[in-house]
């Protein structure tokens, strides 16, 4: 079974420049998120869909980041125009969610983004 | 808000010796609990997840606690081996249905 594929692995842009990133889910899996890590530190969410609806984007920042997950499967995350502070590991999950006690979450290997 | 910590941040320990890591965690009103390992430059695989009704989880050389009343989980990982070395990160659950990370213990075993 594929796992969570995301792409690009690596990508290298200068600041005010869009970027967008891709993420397809383990197949049959309704919730998928979007989360940022900076060196060092653990995972931050960014937002979360349950099927095609983003049900928490409360730490998105909406001025320059962006997210869609047409028809509930792949999905894609777009920052424009980024910023030096964007530097970090974009990483995405998915997950067959039920009451959310027994969710395990399945992550993909993440987009490292360097922005100069 | 949900704090996680994770003590120490980094951890060598000698081949074959048994070890545990740690994670507290200020919200006892949770889910559950999960263990993640992450391996550098990769994404995240989870490992052991507790629900806030279970006192401990087991997988192979691989057992997790969870003390939710004092807001402390331990992974106790057995006869260390060098394919253990990873960053190893807990994460909570907690009544908003967020999933809160620490920061991870970066683990090394030593041949």
């Known amino acids: 079974e594929a796992g969570v594929v995301q792409s690009p692995r690596y990508k290298i842009i200068e600041k005010k420049q869009p970027v967008a990133f891709w993420c397809n889910p383990i197949?049959?899996?309704?919730?998928l998120y979007w989360y940022l890590q900076n060196l060092g530190q653990g995972p931050e969410l960014l937002i979360r869909?349950?099927?095609?609806?983003?049900?928490?984007d409360s730490q998105l920042p909406k001025d320059r980041f962006s997210a869609e997950r047409l028809k509930g499967v792949d999905s894609t995350l777009k920052i424009q125009p980024a910023e030096l502070g964007d530097s970090a590991v974009y990483l995405c999950?998915?997950?067959?969610?039920?009451?959310?006690?027994?969710?395990?979450?399945?992550f993909g290997s993440g987009t490292q983004l360097s922005v100069l | 808000k949900q704090e996680v910590t994770q003590i120490p941040a980094a951890l060598s320990v000698p081949e074959g010796e048994n070890l545990v890591l740690n994670c507290s965690f200020t919200?006892?009103?949770?889910?559950?609990l999960q263990w993640f390992r992450q391996d550098p430059g990769k994404g995240l695989t989870s490992l052991l997840l507790?629900?806030?009704?279970?006192r401990e989880q087991t997988s192979g050389r691989l057992n997790a606690s969870l003390d939710k009343s004092s807001g402390r989980s331990t992974l106790y990982i057995a006869a260390s081996q060098p394919g253990d070395s990873a960053t190893y990160l807990c994460?909570?659950?907690?009544?908003?249905?967020?999933?809160?990370f620490g920061t991870g213990t970066r683990l090394t075993i030593i041949p």
């Open positions: 197949s049959g899996h309704n919730t």
């Open positions: 999950a998915s997950s067959l969610r039920g009451d959310g006690t027994n969710e395990k979450l399945f």
């Open positions: 994460a909570v659950r907690g009544g908003n249905e967020k999933l809160t």
């Open positions: 507790i629900q806030s009704s279970q």
């Open positions: 919200d006892s009103a949770i889910y559950n």
């Open positions: 869909y349950e099927n095609e609806e983003a049900v928490d």
